[in-house]
């Protein structure tokens, strides 16, 4: 039984959302000051899927303030969650799926410091933590559901079930999530915050809703007018966000939806430093990509225009 | 023109699909199967993916290894939310889930989350995804897998993605009122449930296999159909289609 009161107390949320301040004004800054944001402790759910719109400059801003005692929760967990492993943030991580895909094999990572009991790993199925964000979303700490009846997932986060009033019959009552912050990316925002989501929107506007604070990364900042023009694309209103930042390839080298294609052969090259020195592979990697670059733009330079450009090109052929 | 180990698992998991129905898939061989069996008996299969993608038209040599990426969205009709896609299949509308290799046992249950003991494992494995909830959620199951006797298991260590639970009507005592497991298909033949026990039954060897090979390859006992059949070898416009979508053999081995 690893869940924790916290994450489905409803009313305390309520509250903590009632005190906050939900200007229009601009929430526009650095990278810096948005993950400044974040206290030891925290439960952070990061947006995305897999090597889908990650919030990867957001975690990478994190990890440079040396964070601990954080929980990470995401849909499907990719290398970010190894980098909160073995960069010692984080010490638990919820999730339903943990690797990088099939051609990647399982994540010595997640073996290592799972296998040994040094990180508490919370597996819900994939509708289960989705639900989980959506029960916060909407306020309420818990929504009936049908799946992982019978399972023995039930027991691993402590699920317990209810009797429909109606019916009778046994549902699943999946427990609220409300993370203290939400980690996002998206494709263009305004500098209220007002955010645009092009292709799957994930579960991001549910994470949204759910956090306490919330922070976005965008890769375009656009005039509040380009977004007024399109209100219907908007999937998170200003007054959910607490801090935005301008952030051009912040998921890079996972993919955003018609901006770049990800780099499987990145992800292969990171995998080898594993398969070769473990846990060491990932520090060595941290080393070189997230403490050593001191701005963002100076990670993206590891990789070199050329790549980001094509990255940029394969977007656009899948995408129209 | 002869098959790998994959493209007999897509081949006759396509085979297994109606048209004119909804399949929701997993990436890798169950999406091969599903991709065929629209451009053979089925085009007017409708499909969707986990990370909330429907009515895609894949790009040949472009298939995705993600269900989460912009291959996976080619030319889709729809792109809903992750949670919003599950309830698709919770609302009942998915006539089959289509899902791939795992640890399984003699009631179809899955485990993809640890061998050993739960709290500390021998090795943990990457988690449920979407497997427990396409099991639980959608009219019917099929998984695709290759036949091995660590997968092949009395009793799983642990239950991930629910078959049949305990066997006999247990899946629908502990609350799972729709569903189960129809298939398992694997490349050594294909399995069905028997209807009181709910045990694995063989239905049907491919082309070359034998009982006593199934058996051996097994960790439990195997029930065999009194109407065992034989299946049609891959035919050469099968085997075409698959190759001219993965042309650079990715998926099909």
Not at chain 1, 13 to 34: I, N
Not at chain 2, 43 to 68: A, F, H
Request: hydrophobic share 40%; charged share 20%.
């Amino acid at each position: 039984m690893t869940i924790s009161p916290r994450e489905h107390d409803f009313h305390a949320a309520r509250r903590r959302l009632e005190a906050k301040p939900k200007s229009a004004r601009s929430k526009l800054g650095s990278l810096e000051d948005a993950v400044a944001r974040v206290e030891d402790g925290d439960h952070l759910a990061l947006g995305g899927c897999l090597y889908s719109r990650t919030p990867l400059a957001l975690v990478w801003a994190l990890l440079r303030r040396r964070p601990r005692g954080l929980t990470f929760s995401r849909n499907l967990m990719c290398y970010e969650g190894e980098w909160g492993m073995v960069s010692g943030a984080v010490d638990k991580v919820v999730t339903s799926w943990m690797g990088i895909g099939l051609p990647w094999g399982l994540s010595r990572i997640q073996r290592e410091f799972v296998e040994s009991g040094r990180v508490a790993f919370e597996e819900w199925s994939h509708l289960g933590l989705g639900l989980r964000y959506r029960a916060a979303a909407m306020g309420v700490p818990f929504l009936p559901s049908l799946t992982m009846l019978g399972s023995d997932l039930m027991d691993v986060g402590g699920s317990r079930t209810i009797q429909c009033p109606y019916t009778g019959q046994t549902l699943h009552a999946v427990p609220a999530l409300f993370p203290e912050v939400a980690l996002l990316h998206v494709q263009r925002a305004d500098r209220l915050g007002n955010c645009q989501i092009d292709g799957y929107p994930h579960m991001d506007a549910d994470i949204a809703r759910a956090a306490a604070t919330v922070l976005v990364t965008a890769e375009e900042i656009v005039p509040e007018d380009e977004i007024r023009a399109h209100p219907d694309r908007t999937v998170i209103p200003g007054f959910m966000v607490d801090a935005l930042a301008h952030v051009p390839y912040g998921s890079y080298p996972h993919e955003c939806y018609g901006a770049y294609d990800a780099e499987p052969d990145h992800f292969t090259a990171y995998v080898d430093g594993i398969l070769q020195r473990g846990a060491a592979g990932v520090a060595d990697y941290l080393e070189k990509y997230v403490y050593a670059p001191s701005r963002h733009s100076d990670y993206l330079a590891l990789f070199g225009d050329t790549r980001m450009t094509d990255a940029a090109a394969r977007a656009r052929m899948l995408t129209t | 023109m002869s098959a790998t180990v994959n493209e007999l698992l897509a081949v006759m998991g396509a085979r297994e699909l109606r048209d004119d129905t909804t399949v929701f898939t997993g990436v890798g061989a169950p999406m091969m199967a599903s991709v065929l069996a629209q451009r053979t008996h089925a085009p007017r299969l409708t499909m969707m993916v986990e990370g909330g993608v429907i009515g895609p038209m894949w790009k040949p040599g472009e298939l995705p290894i993600s269900t989460n990426e912009m291959r996976a969205a080619y030319r889709a009709q729809m792109l809903p939310g992750i949670s919003d896609a599950f309830l698709l299949a919770q609302r009942g509308f998915f006539d089959v889930g289509f899902i791939g290799g795992a640890q399984i046992d003699r009631h179809g249950n899955l485990n993809t989350s640890a061998i050993g003991s739960y709290a500390r494992p021998k090795v943990r494995l990457p988690g449920s995804g979407g497997a427990n909830d396409i099991i639980s959620l959608c009219r019917e199951v099929m998984i695709l897998t290759v036949h091995e006797k660590r997968r092949f298991t009395e009793r799983v260590d642990f239950v991930t993605s629910p078959g049949y639970l305990d066997g006999g009507d247990s899946r629908r005592r502990r609350g799972l009122l729709f569903g189960g497991v129809s298939r398992v298909i694997t490349n050594l033949g294909i399995f069905g449930f028997e209807a009181e026990s709910r045990r694995m039954q063989l239905l049907a060897l491919h082309p070359g296999a034998t009982v006593e090979q199934v058996q051996e390859n097994t960790g439990f006992e195997v029930l065999v159909s009194p109407s065992l059949t034989t299946t049609t070898p891959p035919t050469d416009e099968e085997l075409g289609i698959l190759r001219m979508l993965d042309p650079r053999r990715q998926f099909i081995g």
